[in-house]
Structure formats: structure tokens, C-alpha cells
């Protein structure tokens, strides 16, 4: 047989082999998977031994066919869950929570040439509902000089409302208006000590006027520190990214349960818009003051009974070429004891001798506070924070402080902060 006889019945030898293993079910792999259907079982397809002709047995009745599988989910699909789960979510706080959300109207009063009273309008900021009382939380800032206040609901109605109290050391202020026979459901105060950094957050609010405008960001940072508008310092802030514009101030901050994490108040941005950084005062802050605000109209700040003045190295090394001992160079340097207050009933001493630096006439030679129940004090910021985040009028804290180069502890009870 010459070598082309045999590759060509080598060729039909192999075709044959192919034909075979084909009728017997089996396949070579697919290039592309596709989600495999289960295969029908029937009661022939067992582990016993085939029948032989002899003894043939009458076919068996087939199983029912399971059902096919389901195709399986791909990554893509995968993402598109999440987003439409984080949107549906989103969408459920804002219709939740925006009936809640107002806009506040600033209005003062002036004449025109006449000499009548003409309300012009000041600004606007936002606000939410509190309780079924007609309480409306925003900031201090957005009613600061108000002649007239009207607060727009998220249905349109617009309402007069006065102010209840103000809080401007913590930015916050509640009015009250008329007509609350048929408010909205009153928002939820979150925990602010529970919130993490990188949770997402939705905020509601009327930038530049726009009302009910919701946009959505990530708490950045906790603790911050931020300014009041009397230039005192507001602890527990939440810096975030969520966007906040003129208008949003007094809005809610809020977290993907439709809670309320904070009141939306300031951004750092040199053009005056969003920049990125906005602040808000957190909820455990509302939960502190806000009730003081309703029941007394003010919030009372606990007081040492001193002005004081804080150490740096540079104000320590001017005091000593004064002739003054500073042992320290951070602290508070207690300008004076009030007569009569609670730290001159303590024992706390306060200047002793005038002088002159610069412009300035300074009562030095008295006591340099450190701390306060043991924490330490190196700023006026850092007394501030304290005493309103740890304590109350009527609390006694233990002050230690720097007498003569002498370390001293001295009990205080501490008083309500004159509102002047």
C-alpha cells in the first residue's frame, strides 16, 4: 500500500472516530460559556448494570425536566444593583425628609423717600422642621437682624414666624410658626458620636434660592473646629463634600436612613461657592442646646468667671522681658478673677501690676491655667470646647493652674455666662 492509500485511510479512520464520539454526547469546549441547562434524568440513567436482550425491561418513565438555571450575574450587572440600590436609596431620603425642609426669608424694614415702611428682603437660608409644635431649626446667622421672617414650606405655603431662641456660640436658632394643624413629619436626630468618616450623606437645602435642592457627598472629616459668628469656636463639627452654597445654611445634613446628622453652616471657598469643604454643626450639639433654646430662649454657657488670655511662645517671651514669670508657654493667663464669680470665690487670683506693651495695657502676674479635670488647657479654644461640650451650670471642675512656679488644684462650681 503506497503512503497516499494509507494517509487517506487514516483520514477516514479518524472521521469515523469523530462520528462516534459525537453520537455519544460528547463535545469538545466551547469557545464561548453559556449557562448550561441541566440535563433531563431519567430513571435509565442509574448506576446498574444495562439490560441485556434477554431480559429487556419496559422503558422507564422519564423524570420531569428541572427547571433552567437562572444565567448567572455578571460584574456589570453587579455594579448596576449597587447604583440603583444607592440611588433608590437617595431618592427615599429626599422623599422622606424634603417635605420637611423650608425656606426661610430674612426681611428688614426701610423707608423710601416718603418715609414709609417698605420690607426689603435680606437673604434666605433653609431650615427643617423639629416637632409638631411648629419649631423650625436653622442657623443663627440666617435670622441675625431679621425686622420679618417668613418661612416657605415645601408645599408652598408661606407662614410668618418668630423667633424663639438663639444659640449664636453654636450658630442655631429656632422659630415657631403659625398654622401647625398640618405640618410635615418632623425630622430624626441621628447620634453625631456614631458617625464615621466616608459615610455618604445627602444635603437638602435652597442655594442661591433654588428651593428643594438635594446633593449627595461623603462625611470628609469629625471634630472639626469651626468659628461662630461672635468669633467663639463651635466643637464636633462635620466637615463634608456634599455640596453647600449660599441659601443651603440651616439645612439638614443628613445620613441614607434619613436621619438628621447635622445643620449645614459654613464652606471655606475663596469665591464665596462651592468649593468642596462645607461644615455643619452636628446633631448631638442640636440635641444639647436646641432645648434650652425652646424652653428659655438662649442657651446657658457654663462660665469660670475670668477673661483670660492665651499663652503662646511669642506672647511668653514678651511677658518675661516685662519681668513677669512664665514658667509655661502655653496655658491661660488669667487676666482677672470677677468679683464675686465663681473663680474668685475659688481662690483663683487674677493681675496684680498693669503694663504697658505696645497699644495695649495688660494685667499680668496672675494665674496661668493648664488644664481642667485633668485635660489639658493650652488655648482659649481649648477652655471653650470643654466646658461646653463636658459641662453644665452647677458642674464643679477641678482647675490646675501655675502660681508663683507652683503647681495648684483648685475645685470651681461653675456659673451661667452673662448673655452681654
Request: charged share 20%; with cysteine; proline share 8%.
Amino acid at each position: 500500500m503506497d503512503v497516499r492509500l494509507r494517509s487517506r485511510s487514516l483520514v477516514l479512520m479518524l472521521s469515523a472516530a469523530i462520528l462516534a464520539v459525537v453520537a455519544m454526547g460528547c463535545g469538545f469546549p466551547a469557545l464561548v460559556q453559556v449557562a448550561p441547562t441541566p440535563t433531563p434524568v431519567s430513571t435509565a440513567v442509574q448506576a446498574r448494570p444495562s439490560p441485556t436482550p434477554e431480559a429487556a425491561t419496559p422503558a422507564a418513565t422519564p423524570v420531569p425536566t428541572a427547571t433552567t438555571a437562572p444565567a448567572p450575574v455578571t460584574p456589570l450587572e453587579d455594579e448596576e444593583a449597587a447604583a440603583n440600590a444607592f440611588e433608590s436609596q437617595v431618592i427615599a431620603v429626599y422623599e422622606k425628609v424634603g417635605p420637611a425642609v423650608v425656606n426661610i426669608t430674612n426681611r428688614a424694614y426701610v423707608y423710601d423717600r416718603f418715609m414709609q415702611v417698605m420690607p426689603q428682603e435680606r437673604g434666605s437660608g433653609t431650615g427643617f422642621v423639629y416637632d409638631r409644635e411648629g419649631h423650625i431649626i436653622t442657623n443663627y446667622h440666617v435670622v441675625e437682624g431679621a425686622d420679618e421672617l417668613v418661612v416657605t414650606l415645601a408645599d408652598g405655603r408661606a407662614l410668618e414666624a418668630e423667633v424663639t431662641g438663639t444659640d449664636p456660640s453654636n450658630d442655631l436658632a429656632v422659630l415657631t410658626i403659625s398654622g401647625t394643624e398640618d405640618l410635615p413629619e418632623p425630622v430624626v436626630l441621628a447620634d453625631s458620636d456614631r458617625l464615621r468618616v466616608g459615610q455618604f450623606v445627602v444635603a437638602i437645602g435652597n442655594p442661591f434660592g433654588l428651593e428643594q435642592t438635594l446633593t449627595t457627598g461623603v462625611i470628609s472629616a469629625l471634630g472639626r473646629v469651626i468659628q461662630s459668628p461672635e468669633e467663639s469656636f463651635i466643637g464636633e463639627a462635620i466637615q463634608t463634600d456634599a455640596a453647600i452654597n449660599p441659601g443651603n445654611s440651616g439645612g439638614p445634613l443628613l445620613d441614607l436612613a434619613g436621619r438628621v446628622i447635622g445643620v449645614n453652616s459654613q464652606i471655606i471657598s475663596p469665591s464665596g461657592a462651592y468649593s468642596g469643604i462645607g461644615f455643619a454643626v452636628s446633631s448631638n450639639t442640636v440635641r444639647r442646646i436646641v432645648p434650652e433654646l425652646i424652653a428659655r430662649g438662649y442657651y446657658p454657657h457654663p462660665w469660670l468667671g475670668t477673661y483670660m488670655l492665651s499663652l503662646t511662645p511669642a506672647s511668653a517671651r514678651i511677658f518675661r522681658e516685662a519681668g513677669m514669670e512664665v514658667p509655661v508657654e502655653e496655658g491661660l493667663l488669667v487676666l482677672e478673677a470677677v468679683s464675686g464669680g465663681p473663680a474668685d470665690d475659688a481662690g483663683i487670683r487674677g493681675g496684680t501690676r498693669m503694663v504697658t506693651i505696645g497699644r495695649y495695657q495688660i494685667p499680668l502676674g496672675g494665674d496661668i491655667i493648664i488644664a481642667i479635670d485633668d485635660e489639658p488647657i493650652t488655648s482659649y479654644q481649648d477652655y471653650t470646647l470643654y466646658l461646653d461640650a463636658n459641662t453644665v451650670v452647677g458642674d464643679e471642675v477641678e482647675v490646675t493652674l501655675i502660681r508663683d512656679g507652683a503647681e495648684m488644684t483648685f475645685t470651681v462650681t461653675l456659673e451661667e455666662r452673662p448673655q452681654d
